[in-house]
């Protein structure tokens, strides 16, 4: 047994756990890479929209990287394999009537079974973000700093200061 895996440190981080014990940090960790990923041309149109909703999401809250690009993609494929899912069980129903002789039996349709299966690697995809409303209670990513012209104003002057 192995047990749970364990917790990347820049999470750990963003939670505030080293301002307790910041003995625990991990020296040898790698740094997750500070390029953002591209989005593949290949995905359809309904991945892309996926891709570029959860790319604006991840940056904002500062955790996007290129190392995310497999799970990006991933995750646009899946979106698109599940709402192309939801429109066949729209279309045909989740049960299906059938004959066989002189027995007639319902059976499940397929397009629910890959609907059902492509929301559950959602949520665990969406959970590896920390886009969940569990997942993102453990989350404290920084947001992004807005260029404020005041303080940028101060700061200028303080130099201008300094430097007299």
Request: hydrophobic residues 35%; glycine residues 4%.
């Amino acid at each position: 047994m192995r047990g749970r895996k364990p917790t990347p440190t820049k999470l750990l981080e963003s939670r505030g756990t080293f301002k307790i014990n910041p003995n625990r940090k991990r020296p040898n960790e790698p740094e997750a890479p500070t390029s953002k990923p591209e989005m593949p041309q290949y995905l359809g149109a309904v991945a892309r929209t996926a891709w570029e909703q959860l790319y604006r999401v991840l940056d904002d809250m500062c955790l996007l990287s290129s190392a995310d690009h497999v799970s990006m993609e991933l995750y646009a494929q899946a979106y698109q394999d599940y709402r192309q899912a939801c429109d066949n069980v729209e279309k045909y129903g989740q049960v299906f009537i059938s004959v066989k002789g002189d027995r007639t039996y319902a059976a499940r349709n397929p397009f629910d079974t890959v609907q059902e299966r492509k929301a559950l690697l959602l949520v665990r995809l969406l959970t590896e973000f920390g886009l969940t409303p569990s997942s993102r209670a453990r989350v404290h990513a920084m947001p992004k700093q807005k260029n404020d012209p005041f303080t940028e104003f101060l700061k200028a002057r303080e130099t201008r200061i300094s430097a007299s």
